[in-house]
């Protein structure tokens, strides 16, 4: 079965530092993938998505960017973070190509304390 | 531009109904979803419906869509306090990536 984690579950940066969300996936293949940011009382925004390994396709233009350095990897990052950047992150997955049966998959999430 | 819409609240009895709305505005959408988020957790998908569908039911839910007015409600009957968390809706225009989420509605079960 597949399963997609997220790490770490929670953490407090202070403005300016940078950032690192990882995400993998396990139990399946080529995969694409997605990075969500849900801030307080708003629904999911889509940041990135990707289709395959270095493919990365941004739908917000922001200080955040994104990598796929090995199939299963989805990494969320930044090089100085804003107080705006709080928020709870969600990756996801899904499989083939968009249509019917391409149902996304979110993993736990990694809460974001931006002080 | 794409938009979908939910309130915010919704506070039900255990043992009652609930019914949960949405609007969306992209006559393009092709796929509706609905989501359950349980507190601190992700997203769990929890059914969806094509837009040539008119209602989907399964077990305890009951999805309802109006084409016309772009509208899709999620009924969940004999509501539990288990049911308690917040509930999306999303949509998706065929054969893109980009699935685009609602705000999210807080349901409140009281025992």
Redesign the interface.
């Known amino acids: 079965s597949q399963t997609i984690h997220q790490w770490p579950a929670t953490l407090v940066q202070p403005v300016g530092s940078p950032l690192s969300l990882e995400c993998t996936v396990e139990g399946t293949s080529n995969p ?1 993938l997605y990075w ?1 940011r849900q801030a307080a ?4 925004q ?1 940041l990135f ?1 990707s ?1 395959g390994i270095g493919q990365i ?1 941004s ?1 917000v233009p922001q200080n955040l960017s994104a990598s796929r350095p090995q199939d299963r990897q989805f990494i969320l990052s930044s090089k100085k973070l804003l107080l705006s950047d709080s928020g709870f992150y ?1 990756c ?1 997955w899904s499989r083939g190509r ?3 049966q391409e ?7 990694t ?1 974001l304390l931006v002080l | 531009g794409e938009d979908v819409e939910q309130s915010l609240f919704l506070s039900v009895r255990e043992g009652d109904s609930s019914v949960i709305n949405c609007t969306y505005t992209d006559s393009s959408s092709t796929y509706l979803y609905w989501y359950k988020q349980e507190p601190g957790a992700g997203l769990q998908l929890l059914t969806y419906i094509f837009s040539n569908m008119d209602m989907k039911q399964d077990q305890r839910l009951t999805v309802l869509l109006n084409k016309k007015d772009k509208h899709l409600s999620l009924r969940i009957a004999d509501t539990q306090t288990g049911d308690s968390a917040i509930y999306f809706c999303a949509e998706k225009e065929t054969g893109g990536f980009k699935t685009i989420f609602g705000a999210g509605t807080r349901l409140f079960v009281k025992a």
């Open positions: 694409n969500y009382g708003r629904g999911l889509l998505y289709v396709s739908e969600l996801a968009p249509g019917p149902t996304q998959y979110f993993g736990p999430g809460r």
